[in-house]
Structures are given as C-alpha cells and as structure tokens.
C-alpha cells in the first residue's frame, strides 16, 4: 500500500508541481525572493519528506540534475551539491538528502562528525567561536546521520554522535535551557518551540524534535513526557493540529495556508508521535 502512494508523488499533487518547477541548469527558484540555494535545497527537502520514491525515473532525473550541474558556487570552491559547503544546518540536510537520494558523502559526514561540541551538538556559530550547541543545527545534523545510518548502515562512531546529539536535546527537556530550565523561545521572542510549523526549514521546533526521537526508534521517558503534553494540548477539537507557525518557505510553494489553519503534516507528525509514545511506554518504557 505504501509503496504504490510513493509511485504517485512523483507524478501526482505537490510532488509532481514540486518536480515541474526544477530548471534545466538543476536549480529551483530564481534567486530573487531568496538566494537559490535556498529554493533548491527546500524544495528537495520538501520532496524527501513527500515521501518521492528515489528509484523512480522523475526522482533519479532530478537527482542527476543536481549531482552533474548545482554546486555551492565560488565562494566554497564550487562544491558540488552533494558534498555540501560549510554551516553544519545546511549539511546536515544535504547529508540526508544524498542519503535518501543514492548519493551519499563519506567526506561530508566525517566533515560533521569532527564539528560535533563538547555539549553534544552542532552550531553553525561555531566557527565564529561558539562552543555551545544549537537546537536548529543540532536536528539538522540528526536528521542526516540518522537517513546515512538507514542507507549505509550503521557504525560506532556515527551511532555514538547521534546518541551524544540526542542527550543534548534530551537533557533540556527537548525546550528548556539547562542552566535555567527557561523555556527557550524562537530567536525573535515571539513564539516558543511548542508552536509547529511545516515546512521546517533550519527551524526545530518539539514536534521536529520528536519526530526524530521516533524515527530513530529512542525509548521514550520522562524527559520528553512534558513536551508530549504539549502536543496532546495544540490539538483543536475537530482533532487536528493548525499550522501555529510559518516560516519563510525557500520552495516557495504554499502548502497549507497561513498561521492558524489546519496543517495535515502538523496532525500526521503530532498522530505518529502520540503513538510512538504511547505505544513505547506500553511495552515497559520508565515511567
């Protein structure tokens, strides 16, 4: 059953407009409204997450656009597209993306393993000095370990970093500062991590945060407990979730509507997460 809706993304709904959109030169967006990069790696991230079949003659097209003609450009010396450039958040996301797509790089995830901090995490501060982690760079990275594990296989010194990334996230209660136990809100002050957003972008959010811990089959305990409260509390009462937060969507390509409107990848990832959690704790997980 799943595998014939994933035939269809490609050539059906948001994946197949999705797939339209790519120009002859690999690219999406025409680097007006945002820079290009940021069209292209969206939109691919988009397609990931719609679930597009990699082996599907659309997909493989594609992939092949951006493997022989997208690079960074001259100011990362024309790296190509798959080998990333040099902010983890982005790598992270481009690590998953050849992963899920048949084009891994050995070269960038150990670039991201030697960037891992002390504390557990990434940031893209780091090279300005920064030795404490971020919670958008840190998911990013997460995310692309965990899709090189699933297609590579896994091996000790990535499970190692994605354990030591996932007790960052764990030890502050997925929102909380550890030296405080403040909830942290957006960098902008005017939403916290409890309100979701889709498409994510760079941003967490606990819904992101959660769905990671999921994915990569973590035993749920009391340190998340909170924080499913949370999601079990944004749920409106026809039993879906709203799109509470919009970001600025490089694939420029509205998906939902606006703030405030039912959000169906807002109520698949809160519906998967509930039942990760409930189902876990069923099986004997801490209390």
């Known amino acids: 059953m799943i595998a014939r809706v994933r035939e269809r993304v490609a050539t059906e709904g948001w994946g197949s407009k999705l797939l339209d959109r790519q120009r002859s030169d690999g690219n999406w967006g025409d680097g007006s409204s945002c820079p290009q990069w940021q069209s292209t790696l969206g939109t691919f991230v988009l397609l990931r997450e719609l679930g597009l079949d990699p082996a599907s003659e659309r997909a493989r097209s594609a992939v092949g656009l951006l493997r022989d003609q997208v690079t960074w450009g001259p100011e990362f010396g024309d790296s190509p597209f798959f080998e990333g450039e ?48 971020s919670f958008h760079t840190t998911i990013c990275v997460l995310e692309g370990l965990l899709e090189y594990e699933r297609a590579n296989g896994a091996t000790a010194r990535v499970t190692d970093a994605r354990l030591r990334g996932e007790a960052y996230l764990l030890e502050r209660r997925m929102f909380r500062r550890l030296s405080t136990g403040e909830v942290i809100k957006d960098r902008n002050g005017d939403h916290d991590w409890t309100q979701f957003a889709f498409p994510t972008a760079w941003h967490y959010d606990v819904l992101r945060g959660l769905d990671y811990l999921r994915a990569a089959d973590v035993e749920p305990d009391e340190r998340v407990a909170e924080v499913i409260g949370h999601v079990e509390e944004r749920r409106n009462l026809d039993g879906r979730w709203p799109l509470a937060v919009t970001h600025r969507d490089p694939a420029e390509f509205d998906m939902e509507g606006g703030a405030g409107e039912p959000s169906r990848w807002n109520t698949l990832r809160a519906l998967r997460v509930l039942d990760w959690y409930s189902g876990r704790r069923g099986t004997g997980s801490p209390s």
């Open 86 to 133: 040099v902010e983890p958040c982005i790598n992270g996301r481009v690590l998953s993306l050849g992963a899920y797509f048949g084009q891994p790089s050995g070269r960038l995830l150990e670039r991201l393993l030697g960037e891992q901090l002390l504390d557990g995490g990434w940031n893209c501060e780091a090279e300005r000095g920064s030795v404490r982690s």
